[in-house]
């Protein structure tokens, strides 16, 4: 699978834009960006696991489908040409029959078309065309801002509590983890700069590393040094512990450690997380616990590869600003009135040579090390030629050919780069200002000044290329016609939000209605049945029963807890009446409120639409509310357990307990659930293909999953929790689940085999595993409902107990 999508995206070549910037701004940190040469396309992605394929009646289907947009166009002409033909019968209607009598006969019988057909297919193909237009907006949308959009910025002290329960996880095989999100690419291939790239981008908030402040960025290096540390330890094993303590001037002092580590391999302690001021150095107790750390020295230190283009990618640009200077030394000594004319200028020329001759050297070492790749085809060409032909090379850029031509582009290269470091400067600026400020910076007015920052690293690197054109014409250093010098694609990782929206198909307008009414008007029509209202709450539309009022009232007084079911994506809440109809048999009271984002065929839906993680928990609580409930017990299905880890985590008050569904909140940071979803081609032999191509639902994943908001562990819930997997699921890691589970000491039985006793006595935090069963295979076979409705009522019955129990005692 890995090795298809790579094949495909080397063969698939775009416009040529810059592969990397890089540029020093005054703090002394580095800072890239980072672009592909080549675009992923949704035919270049495999399909998925175990899938059925094109043998299949659902494929016959879907193909006859989205053959109704091309026929409609192709009747539009044929309505064309009877028009013309009824209008112009002499000057088109009999050259017709005369020419081509096969168009003229069709002419004739489009004129007992009727006009419904006529019309319908006129509305199918504006829509189609809409929808196209839409897809291109969708498409066109700057990710980083839709990034921002979707949830506020990571707090750094949430962060690194993060990464500390992430590492615990993937502790054993740190590797793996890390070359999983690289499409399993060998961790030896990838490099510093990729690493960095990607822990930017799912680390803080989607970003590149040009858009980091000073301290983030050193968090950044943090974050990859303890990974480094820990896969030494993995590969090579640890030597002895010993005592670690903190360098009084700490910050300095790794920083030179850092900068020192470029040249010479280096013994890591695990991370070493930077401060955000200096008062936390001394004032947080939680923090001055790094100050003395135990680790284990590595048997042999693991360094990812330095990727030289990056490392220097100021090359060039920086050889034309020496040049000029050498000129201005020069005229400054000539204009000095203490020159003498002969013996200091033999001198000053004799000086002059042999510093050139010394920097011809390293300038053609630099070259061939930094710049070339190594074991291409033009290193091979430079290796077999002498070593005097790199010091001619150098000395012919040093010496007093072309000095005119030369100092115009030094002067003009010079001048350009420092506007662009004066307007980075500002930039930069800004960005420390905006990110201190107290209160939230709207996430368009952020994204746009990240843009400019991005903006100026793309006219730095034009400007490094002028540079190097300008070398390679003034030394004649070209092979066969063509440059030397090339970068090296960066790895491919699955940054999910920011490559285009993939596997989105168009369905007719027709068929959009056909699905929404045998859905939205059947559910409609069985939850009004059943004693639904619906009802609204700002963006949120939803379903309440009262419950049974003959049982509200609890015999110690206080009312039933009530039950909040949220959907999963498919098409809303139909395929779960039944499970449903299990928690109305409790009595109890009932919010079935609608996700429509992740309900498919809904087109005219905003790409604003999708809810924030704040908005979510503060909706659900004001829904609670209004019905003058407190808390609820709060079950989820797939996406829906997103919205339950957001209730847990920033609506802790309105969550009493919680049961989770086939869950994606547990091991988000692993990449199967983005892999399997994003990254294969959702299978056409089966009807959820019709969902998993819909434009909104891919929007959603793609654009406004901030999985860092979504992402939950067992340390962040503090209430009753029963959790539901399936062992066949293809989407959610449920085996690393598992283990994640057995190693926090979670009790874990078999959903086939389990009873009312195990909920009710395996304490707070439970866990069931349907054996053989794939991802919401409860909703197609109801004898895996009891088990559902067994656990949720066990949960109700222990937090109404929870309620009794003050009451009691008093």
Known sequence: MNKAIKRSFRGRRTSKVPATVECNADNGIRYYSRRFSNTIHSKDLPMELDAVGLWSPWTLLWFCLFSVAPLAH?????????????????????????????????????????WIVDFWCVIEALFFI???LKYRYLQSRDPLEASLSAAPMYDPEDRKILWDRIIELEKDDLGAFISGWFFDESIENISRYDVCDFLCWCMFDGRNQEHLTSLEYHELESLVEDIEYRISIQLYGAQTEVENKEVDDGESASTDRFEKSRKEPRILSPRRWRMHSEDALTTNSETSSYSTTLYSLPKKNFRFQVDIHR?????????????KQRYEQYRSLVENSDFHPVKDFRTYLNDRAQQADESARATAHNMYERIIQSGSQVDKQ??????????????????????????????????KREALMQQLRGNRAMLDRMREMPYAVPSKQMAALMRKITEVYDSLDRVEHLARDGFASATGALAAGKPIF???EPQRYAKYSFDPLLSVKTFPLGFHLLVLGLTEIPMRVMLGNRGFEKRFIGPLGYYFHPGDVKSQSLKEGGDKVPIVFVHGIGIGLLPYVKLVDCFLKSGRPIFLPEIPYVSGFRPWLSSTSVLTPTVVASTLT???????????????HSYGTSWLSYACKYATNAV???????????????PRLTKNFVYHTPDPGTITYMVRTDMMVNWTIQRAFPWIWITLFIEQIQVPCTVFLSDKDALVPAERMENYFKSKGVPICDAGSVDRGFFDTSGDFNACIFRGSVHGDFTDHPHLLPPIAEACDSLCCRVEEMRKTPMTRS
């Open 382 to 415: 430079i290796a077999a030629l002498s070593h005097a032909t790199s010091t001619q090379l150098a000395e012919a850029w040093n010496s007093v050919k072309g000095m005119k031509e030369r100092l115009e582009t030094a002067n003009f290269l010079s001048q």
């Open 74 to 114: 192709m009747y539009i002409l044929l309505m064309l040409l009877r028009d013309l033909c009824v209008s112009f019968p002499e000057s088109i209607y009999v050259p017709l029959q005369l020419y081509v009598p096969f168009l003229a006969r069709l002419a004739d019988r489009m004129k007992g078309a009727s």
């Open 486 to 488: 090339t970068n090296r």
């Open 311 to 323: 490392e220097e990618p100021t090359f060039f640009s920086n050889l034309y600003e020496s040049y």
């Open 622 to 636: 004001a829904m609670l509310a209004t019905h003058g409930y407190a808390s609820g017990v709060f079950v989820g």
């Open 656 to 670: 009493a307990a919680i049961l989770f569904l086939d869950p994606i909140c547990f091991c988000l940071h692993t």
């Open 130 to 132: 809409a929808f196209k």
